[in-house]
């Protein structure tokens, strides 16, 4: 069963209450997505960690639930 991206976007601000985060449905069919995170929790990590945290969030949902998920994370400028 597809996972809605209000769905997605609520499992992702659970984990990251403060980030700034846009969902886009990729190919419309609730399967594949693009998420941009944006987190102060992200401050100093690398790109890789920031992304096995974004994953963790998700417990293991990508690949399930969610065929796919394109992620783009970073750290607010200044953080």
């Known amino acids: 069963m597809p996972m809605a ?5 609520a499992e992702l601000r659970e984990a990251f209450p403060d ?3 846009v969902i ?3 190919a419309g069919d609730g ?5 941009k995170v944006t987190s102060a929790s992200f401050a100093g990590l690398p790109r890789i960690r920031q992304h096995q945290l974004v994953y963790a969030a998700l ?3 990508v690949g ?4 796919a998920l394109a992620l783009e ?3 607010p400028s200044g953080a």
């Open 5 to 9: 991206a209000d769905q997605l976007e």
């Open 19 to 21: 980030a700034e985060i």
């Open 24 to 26: 886009e449905d990729l």
């Open 31 to 35: 399967d594949h997505y693009r998420a």
């Open 59 to 61: 417990k293991g949902k």
């Open 64 to 67: 399930a639930e969610l065929h």
């Open 73 to 75: 994370t970073s750290a």
